[in-house]
């Protein structure tokens, strides 16, 4: 059974960067589409950004567009998302989710990933 586990959140000064990872066990990820999400408190759950299942297609919430990257290691069986010039708005916890059928192409809708981690936590603050 798949199971994500994310790491690599903390607290960074605005501008700085941060490298989130989701490590799968249990399965691989090579057959799902992946996507981080992230909630701040009191707000909805969010899309930020995603990878399909080979890789060829990402897309990203306009909000992080230009700043964040989301890349895959099928290797390690990981998914990562580069946050960079990171702004006090991006404070939230992040997640990361599993669409284990075979996607083209990846959407940020938050019906379409059945496995999620626990979370990692980010903090932009000065």
């Known amino acids: 059974q798949l199971q994500l586990v994310e790491s690599g959140g903390g607290l960074v000064q605005p501008g700085g960067s941060l490298r989130l990872s989701c490590a799968a066990s249990?399965?691989?990820?090579?057959?799902?589409?992946i996507a981080w999400f992230r909630q701040a408190p009191g707000k909805e759950r969010e899309g930020v950004s995603c990878?399909?299942?080979?890789?060829?297609?990402?897309a990203s919430a306009d909000s992080v567009k230009g700043r964040f990257t989301i890349f895959r290691d099928y290797a390690k069986n990981a998914v990562y998302l580069q946050m960079n010039s990171l702004k006090p708005e991006d404070t939230a916890r992040y997640f990361c989710?599993?669409?284990?059928?075979?996607?083209?192409?990846?959407?940020?809708?938050?019906?379409?990933?059945?496995?999620w981690g626990q979370g990692t936590q980010v903090t932009v603050s000065s």
């Open positions: 249990g399965d691989t990820l090579a057959t799902s589409a």
């Open positions: 989710a599993a669409d284990p059928s075979y996607q083209h192409f990846c959407a940020l809708v938050t019906e379409k990933y059945s496995v």
């Open positions: 990878i399909s299942t080979n890789g060829g297609n990402t």
